[in-house]
């Protein structure tokens, strides 16, 4: 009997992934990619730029024309 759930790639290796109550690492493919993206959030790889670091380089860059 075919596995059945929806394939989605491995967010790490993009390998491809059967997203059901067998998988236990899903969205992963196994635990080792899971720490690999754990490690990633951990070293802040993983980053939404905030407004205020969006004004500072637009204000440097003005500065940087006027001078």
């Known amino acids: 009997m075919p596995a059945t759930g ?30 690999i993206d754990l490690g990633s ?3 802040e790889s993983y980053r939404i730029p905030s407004k205020n670091e969006f004004s500072s380089d637009i204000n440097m860059d003005i500065e940087d024309d006027q001078a």
């Open 6 to 35: 929806i394939e989605v790639k491995c967010p790490t290796c993009q390998k491809t992934v059967i997203w059901n109550q067998a998988s236990t690492w899903r969205p992963f493919c196994s635990k080792r990619c899971q720490l």
């Open 41 to 43: 959030w951990a070293e």
